[in-house]
């Protein structure tokens, strides 16, 4: 059967509507009805905001009238242009019939017209599947078209509240070990003070952190970008809490963000990471420390947090598993090279 694939208005209510839904489908059937995913109104806000880091462009899939899936396309513009990162989704009622392929094949296409000479993705099974995720759909079907696994990411849940003598104990012990830093908190956008600090620490987190066979390479510490996500996360009704610790100096040597959604209730781990000077000092407790008391404090409805990290952090996955995170899935992060 053959498939209609269309780039849809992001300003056309209905089209985003069939688009998340084929989205939102297609997820909870792989991975579980209450999979935390993005939102109807933070997908549609994302698709509607005029980038200067990403080009992103939304495509319906359709056969014999109906929506059968969608795909999706982010092209960066600023760092790491030779990358396109991909999405197909196809309801569990329509597969098997050739709509994923032709999909993916239309992406690939659109990417080398991009001048992108590598594909990359991603794809979340049942933690129990195991590290390969064999028999996980995803998996499965970026595997027969060639993408390979370049790094295998664990996502972690915390439920809310933590015990605040759990987090008492925990700041009792590294005290001494941070006494030579500044820890300092807020919600919402990162102070004008630290935010080149913030952002050269932003930037690295992608090359510092384990990134096993990604096709990537470091990106430019840009305050505009960081300012562009901020104005984003609150078009998107979501709250950002921020920690960093500054060295003796003034310079930013860690730092870790949340962001709440408005929707789910749920808060999302996003970048967090200490300077290489910095390190064995326990500043990546210290600052996942701070910024847990203060979504506790500010967002008390808050029910749990959300985290991805590389199954080969084990320093991360041992501060995460300290302050009371446990393993809940797992998601591989696929590549693969169109030239070159």
């Known amino acids: 059967m053959s498939v209609e694939i269309t780039r849809i208005d992001p300003f056309d209510d209905a089209a985003v509507d069939a688009w998340w839904d084929a989205y939102a489908t297609a997820e909870r059937a792989d991975r ?188 430019t510490p840009d305050v505009s970008s960081i300012r562009e996500s901020e104005e984003l996360i609150e078009r998107q009704g979501r709250t950002s809490f921020g920690t960093i610790a500054l060295a003796a100096d003034g310079s930013a040597a860690a730092y870790t963000q949340l962001v709440v959604s408005g929707d789910d209730g749920n808060a999302y781990q996003w970048g967090t990471l200490v300077r290489g000077a910095d390190r064995g000092h326990r500043l990546g407790t210290a600052v996942k420390l701070a910024n847990l008391r203060m979504l506790q404090h500010e967002a008390p409805q808050a029910r749990a947090v959300y985290t991805y990290n590389a199954e080969s952090n084990a320093h991360m996955l041992a501060v995460n598993i300290l302050l009371g995170f446990r393993p809940s899935e797992r998601m591989g992060e696929l590549q693969k090279r169109l030239l070159g």
């Open 32 to 219: 579980g009805p209450a999979a935390p995913l993005w939102s109807r109104e933070e997908s549609r806000s994302e698709l509607q905001q005029d980038s200067t880091v990403v080009e992103r462009r939304a495509f319906l899939l359709r056969s014999d009238g109906l929506v059968v899936g969608s795909a999706s396309l982010a092209l960066p513009r600023k760092d790491n242009t030779h990358i396109a990162h991909l999405a197909v989704c196809v309801r569990p009622e329509h597969r098997r019939r050739g709509f994923g392929s032709t999909a993916l094949a239309f992406l690939e296409g659109e990417a080398l017209n991009a001048e992108r000479t590598t594909a990359q993705s991603a794809a979340s099974w049942p933690h129990e599947l195991g590290p390969e995720g064999a028999g996980a759909p995803g998996r499965e079907f970026a595997r027969r078209h060639g993408y390979t696994l370049a790094l295998g990411d664990l996502q972690s849940r915390l439920p809310l509240p933590v015990d605040p003598a759990l987090l008492d104990r925990i700041e009792a012990d590294i005290a001494d070990a941070i006494a030579g830093y500044e820890i300092r908190s807020w919600v919402g956008r990162v102070p004008d003070d630290v935010i080149e600090g913030w952002a050269i620490l932003d930037a690295s987190v992608d090359t510092e952190a384990p990134s096993g066979d990604l096709d990537i390479e470091p990106v």
